[in-house]
C-alpha cells in the first residue's frame, strides 16, 4: 500500500467549493462598523459614498500599523470587545515590522526589533482570552532585507546601512512575534506566504519553517494581490505540502514542485503536473499526505475576482502588476466555510477601495500612466477604483 493519499481523491473536497465564488459572506466574521470603508461613506456624497457605504458592510480586516505597544492595545482590545459582542470573530493585520515594505509605497514600522516585539505584546494584550485571526506581516516573508534566496542569489530589498544581518534580524523578529501570539488561547495566526505569482512553494516553505510557522495554524496568500482562487487554491496546496515534506520527510525545499516546474505558470492546464510531482514525492520519502494536521492557508479574495492584470506588452520597464492595477473586481465573499481541506477561509484582508500607492510604473511619476491619474497614497480611498471593483465583481455584488 502506499504511503501516502493522492491527491485526486483530495481534490474531491476541493471540487465542494463553488468556481465562481458563490459561497455567502460568512456571518461570524467581524464587519467593523468603524473602518475606513465607513469613514469614507460618512465623508463622500453620490455614488462615491453609496460604494463606500456597500463595502463598509462585508467583513474586511483592520489594519494596525504604528502606535505606542499602550495605544495598539487599546485600539485592538476596542475590535476585539466590539466582535464579541456581535458574537463574530474578529481579522486583525499585525504590519508594523521593521523596514516594512522595503521603504516602497507602505513603508514603515517599528524603530528595531526590541520596539517591535514590545508592540506585539501590546498587540497580544490588546486580544487577550477572545477569539481572533492574525494575519502577522503582510510581505513580512516576501520582502525580507538582504535576504539570500535558496539558490543563493542576495533579492533587492536592500537598505542602506544594513547588511546580510538585516534577514537574521528579520526571522529573529516573526520568531518572537509567534512566541508571543501563538500562546493567545483563541488565536489562529498566519505567517506572510506570499501568493501563486511570486515565489516557488520551496522558497517560501524555507522562509515559513525559519520563521516558526509549526507553532502557527499556517500561512496567508494573496494578500493586497489579485491572483485568482483558480491559482491561488492549488499553490496553498502545495506550500502545505512542501512543508510536510521538508520538516516530516527530510526533503530539501529546492526539491518541491512549483508553479514554475514541471508547470508553465501561463498554462493553467500544466498545473496538474505539479500536483502529479507532489504525489510521487510523499510516495519517495514514505510520508503521508495528511491535510487535517499539515499547515492551513488563509486566502485574500477581496481584489481577485477577475484575477491578476496583464500589462499591454513592451509598455512599461516596470508595470508594478500588484499596484492598482486597471480592470480588476471583488472576489470572492468573506467565508471560513471553504469545502476544501487545506483552505480555512477567503478573506477580504486588503480593504477594497484603499489605494496601494501612487503607481508610477516606472514613468517617475506623479501620475499613473496607465490610468491617467494621480492615485492616493497607500492606505487612502480611492472611489474610482472602488466604483470599478464593484462593477467588476465576479461573483456579481447586490447594489441597493
Not at 525580507?144 to 535558496?150: A, G, H, Q, S
Not at 483558480?230 to 514542485?257: F, H, K, M, Q
Amino acid at each position: 500500500m502506499k504511503a501516502f493519499a493522492p491527491l485526486a481523491a483530495l481534490m474531491l473536497a476541493a471540487l465542494c467549493v463553488p468556481a465562481s465564488g458563490e459561497a455567502p459572506t460568512e456571518k461570524r466574521i467581524f464587519v467593523d462598523t468603524q473602518g475606513s470603508a465607513a469613514q469614507a461613506a460618512a465623508r463622500l456624497e453620490g455614488q462615491p459614498g453609496r460604494d463606500a457605504l456597500l463595502l463598509s458592510r462585508i467583513a474586511s480586516a483592520p489594519w494596525l500599523t504604528d502606535g505606542t505597544p499602550e495605544t495598539v492595545q487599546a485600539k485592538v482590545r476596542d475590535i476585539v470587545d466590539r466582535a464579541a459582542r456581535n458574537g463574530q470573530v474578529p481579522v486583525l493585520v499585525a504590519y508594523n515590522i521593521p523596514f516594512r515594505d522595503c521603504a516602497l509605497y507602505s513603508a514603515g514600522g517599528a524603530a528595531d526589533g526590541e520596539a517591535y516585539l514590545s508592540w506585539i505584546q501590546g498587540f497580544a494584550a490588546g486580544v487577550g482570552e477572545r477569539e481572533a485571526i492574525v494575519i502577522l506581516e503582510p510581505d513580512g516573508l516576501g520582502i525580507v532585507p538582504w535576504n539570500t534566496t535558496l539558490a543563493g542569489a542576495v533579492e533587492n530589498c536592500r537598505p542602506e546601512g544594513q547588511g546580510p544581518a538585516a534577514s537574521d534580524a528579520r526571522y529573529a523578529q516573526l520568531r518572537g512575534a509567534v512566541a508571543v501570539l501563538a500562546t493567545l488561547p483563541r488565536v489562529r495566526l498566519y505567517l506572510d506566504g506570499t501568493g501563486s505569482s511570486w515565489l516557488a512553494p520551496g522558497e517560501i516553505a524555507s522562509r515559513l519553517i525559519k520563521a516558526d510557522v509549526a507553532r502557527t495554524t499556517g500561512f496567508f496568500l494573496n494578500v493586497s494581490n489579485f491572483e485568482s482562487d483558480e491559482r491561488v487554491v492549488p499553490y496553498a496546496r502545495w506550500v502545505s505540502d512542501c512543508i510536510a515534506l521538508v520538516t516530516r520527510g527530510r526533503l530539501d525545499p529546492r526539491e518541491c514542485p512549483s508553479q514554475y516546474a514541471p508547470a508553465v505558470f501561463a498554462d493553467h492546464s500544466t498545473w496538474r503536473a505539479t500536483d502529479a510531482a507532489y504525489d510521487r514525492l510523499f510516495e519517495k520519502v514514505g510520508v503521508k499526505r495528511d491535510p487535517t494536521s499539515q499547515k492551513h492557508a488563509v486566502i485574500d479574495t477581496s481584489r481577485n475576482g477577475r484575477g491578476s492584470w496583464q500589462p499591454p506588452a513592451g509598455k512599461y520597464v516596470d508595470a508594478e502588476v500588484w499596484c492598482n492595477p486597471p480592470g480588476r473586481g471583488l472576489g470572492r465573499r468573506p467565508t471560513l466555510e471553504t469545502g476544501n481541506p487545506y483552505v480555512d477561509g477567503f478573506l477580504w484582508i486588503k480593504i477594497p477601495g484603499e489605494s496601494d500607492g501612487a503607481c508610477h510604473r516606472g514613468r517617475g511619476g506623479p501620475a499613473d500612466p496607465e490610468r491617467g491619474v494621480t492615485a492616493p497614497p497607500a492606505g487612502s480611498w480611492f472611489a474610482e477604483q472602488a466604483r470599478e471593483l464593484i462593477e467588476l465583481a465576479n461573483p456579481p455584488i447586490a447594489e441597493d
